[in-house]
C-alpha cells in the first residue's frame, strides 16, 4: 500500500516560548502515525522565519539540527503571516499541507481529524473551526462580524470559514501560492482551483491571547486582510451597482411615460413645468453613469483576478482519496480494546 506524505507549514514571528513544545509534539504525533501503521506520514514540517521579533531564529537553529524532518526557511524581512504561508507552501513536497500557528492553538493530533473529513468526500480545502470560544470576550463577536461583512461583499460564501488551521491538497495549496501576488489574499486563492471545500469542529483555544491579551491581528492587520481579500475576489457589490443602474433607467423610462401620458391628456394639470424632465434626466442619466461605471469596474476586476494568475481551469488527482477512506473505515470498525 501506498503511503500519502504530509508537509506541516508554521509562520513564525514571535514563538520563541511555543516552538520547542510544538516541535515536540509533532514529532510525537509523526511516531504515533508511524507505530499505528498508517497510510499517511509526516514527511516533513516548514518553519518560516517571518524577521521574528524574539529568540525564535536561534531556537529554530537548535531544533533543526535535533529534528531531521525540520527545515526551516529563512525570510529577509517580516512579510506577514499570508506571504509567510505561502512560502513554506512552496517549499512544501507533502501530498497534504497543514498549517498550523505557532503559539500551539492548533494542535498537531487533531491532524487526522482534518484528512478523514477531507477523505469522506474527496475535498481539497478543510478548515478547523472552533467548537467554542477562542479568545473570549468581544474579540470573538468582532471576527465573526468583520468576517460576515467581508462575505457581503465579496460574495464568497467560504469566508466565514478562513482561518490559519487548514488541511489542503498539496497540488491545489502550491498551484494557489504559485499565482499568489502581493495583494493576493492566498485562501481566495485558493477558490479559484477548488470549489470543495469542508470543516471540522475542534478545540481551538488562544492561550496566548487568554493570558496576554496579545494577538496577532490587531485592527490594522484585519483593515488590511479584507482589503486583499476583496481586491482579490470579484465584489458583488459590482453587480449589485449595475442592477441600481438598469433600475433607475426603467423608472426613468416609466416617469417618461406617465409624464407624455400626462401632458397629453390634461396639460393643465401639470403644476410646475419642467421639474419632472428634469428629474427623470437626473435619474436616467444618473443610472446609466452607475451601470458602466460598474460594467468597467467588473472587467478590471477581471483583468486584475487574470493578472494575479487565476487559472481557466485547474486538473486535480483524488484517487488515493480510497486508500484513506478505507483505512479510517477500518479503524472506526475495529474493536475497542479492554480497559
Known sequence: MSTLTITVVVPVYSGAAYLERLAETIDAERAAWE???TPFRLEQAVF????????????????????????????????????????????SSGDWIVTLD???????????????????????VVYAQPDASVHRGYRDLASRVYKRLVM???????VGWFNSFRLMRGSVARAAAAVSGHETYFDVALTWFTDRYGTERLPLVDERYRSSGRSGYGFRSLVSHARRMIVSSQPKVL???????????????????????????????????GWLSLFVGIVFFGGVISLLLAVVLEYLTNVVQHTQGKPTFFAVDRSNDEMLREYFSKRDAAPIPDG
Open 48 to 91: 518560516v522565519a517571518d524577521s521574528p521579533v524574539d529568540d525564535s531564529p536561534e531556537v529554530l537553529e537548535r531544533l533543526s539540527r535535533q529534528y531531521a524532518w525540520l527545515d526551516v526557511v529563512t525570510l529577509a524581512r517580516n512579510f506577514g503571516q499570508h506571504p509567510a504561508t505561502i512560502a513554506g507552501i512552496l517549499h
Open 102 to 124: 505557532e503559539d500551539l492553538q492548533h494542535r498537531p493530533e487533531d491532524i487526522p481529524k482534518l484528512l478523514r473529513r477531507a477523505a469522506e468526500t474527496s475535498l481539497d
Open 239 to 273: 453587480r449589485l451597482g449595475a442592477l441600481i443602474g438598469l433600475l433607475a433607467m426603467l423608472i426613468a423610462f416609466g416617469l417618461t411615460v406617465v409624464a407624455i401620458f400626462t401632458r397629453a391628456v390634461d396639460a393643465e394639470s401639470v403644476a410646475v413645468r
Open 152 to 158: 457581503s461583499a465579496t460574495g464568497i460564501p467560504q
Open 35 to 37: 507505530d499505528g501503521a
